[in-house]
């Protein structure tokens, strides 16, 4: 977790953001509320699925024709992203926000060279003439630790390893000196010596540049080791909103806790793994109440109802009501 910076202002808001699929499934991502504050990171979790990829795609306008956002905001330093023309989210995509993709090799342009690549942020947003902004795109796959930068820069992705496009696609996202990153499951193709790697620079980048970012991962030791605040998403819904110790220590929804359970532990070489019943719903047939409350080991009635959005205290919410009552106790999986 990122030291200091309790007090740090947010920097961006999501607030009440309704994501339809029309003619297939209102509410298909429904009154989602977070938040992600200066020099911290903030992680989306959840299954597949659940909306989180939608959700940032959200932020910067790149959802696919066939969704579209239906109510909410979504203010980044003072500014609603949401009442923006395509044109001025332009101004906004690679500059101030950077994007680190899942795919780096469907992400990045075949036919221009990694460093014209990343140049062309700096040429666009900066103003720079060609030759200035591929010296300083040396100088970031320097910083990204790709090695012989100077004849890598002329190298096209397929000549690289999945390891190094997502360095350049981190070099390309920090190339304007962003405030907020937002990486959409940026170590999934990655094996994992790859991935403690990727990992370790997006920390050392975000200490260095006092980057926010919103990470989007399915891995809770990704959650554990580098996040500071944690939304847990379900079907479209947030079920918690907590802090990093708050989910592991004291989980406030059954999904949470449900996620940690299914997470092997260090000395349970021969032990059974713990699965939650189903599958996340599709689209078209989420429930009307609680959309967890099929595959919830805790539930009862009125479980099946609509569960409001209800605070605990601290910043932390949970749409559970048993549990914000206090007549459920979760067990998180660093408590005895």
Same mark, same amino acid.
């Given at each position: ?9 947010p ?12 003619g ?28 989180k ?8 306008? %790149? ?23 395509p ?28 460093g ?6 700096r ?49 390309a ?14 170590t ?16 050392? %980048? ?30 479209g819904?947030?079920?918690?909103r ?12 059954p ?5 940690l ?27 009307a ?32 009501g ?15």
């Amino acid at each position: 977790m990122t030291p200091g910076h309790d007090t740090a202002r947010p920097l961006l808001s999501v607030e009440g953001l309704t994501i339809d699929l029309p003619g297939v499934q209102p509410g298909l991502v429904e009154d989602v509320t977070f938040q992600v504050r200066e020099g911290h990171c903030t992680a989306l979790i959840g299954e597949s699925g659940c909306g989180k990829t939608l959700t940032s795609m959200s932020i910067l306008g %790149l959802l696919p024709a066939s969704v579209r956002v239906s109510a909410g905001s979504v203010w980044f330093d003072g500014v609603d992203l949401l009442t923006r023309t395509p044109r001025q989210l332009r101004r906004v995509r690679g500059g101030p926000v950077g994007m680190i993709f899942q795919e780096p090799m469907s992400s990045l342009n075949p036919t221009m060279t990694v460093g014209d690549q990343i140049a062309e942020a700096r040429r666009l947003h900066l103003g720079e003439r060609r030759k200035t902004a591929l010296a300083r795109a040396r100088e970031l796959l320097e910083r990204v630790g790709i090695p012989n930068a100077a004849r890598r820069i002329g190298a096209y992705p397929h000549e690289m390893s999945g390891g190094m496009q997502q360095r350049v696609m981190i070099a390309a996202a920090i190339a304007c000196e962003p405030r907020l990153i937002i990486a959409d499951e940026p170590t999934t193709a990655l094996d994992v010596t790859i991935q403690a790697e990727i990992l370790a620079l997006l920390r050392d %980048l975000q200490r260095d540049l006092d980057l926010a970012v919103l990470l989007v991962t399915h891995d809770l030791g990704v959650v554990a080791d580098f996040c500071d605040d944690v939304v847990v998403m379900y079907a479209g819904h947030i079920a918690e909103r907590t802090t990093v110790d708050g989910l592991f220590y004291d989980p406030a929804h059954p999904y949470s806790s449900a996620l940690l359970a299914a997470v092997p532990q260090v000395g349970q070489a021969r032990s059974r793994l713990t699965v939650i019943p189903g599958r996340v719903p599709s689209a078209g047939g989420l429930p009307a109440g609680c959309r967890f409350e099929p595959r919830c080991a805790h539930a009862q009635s009125p479980c099946g109802e609509r569960q409001p959005d209800v605070s605990l205290g601290d910043g932390r919410r949970t749409r559970c009501g048993r549990v914000a009552s206090g007549e459920l106790t979760l067990q998180g999986a660093l408590r005895g």
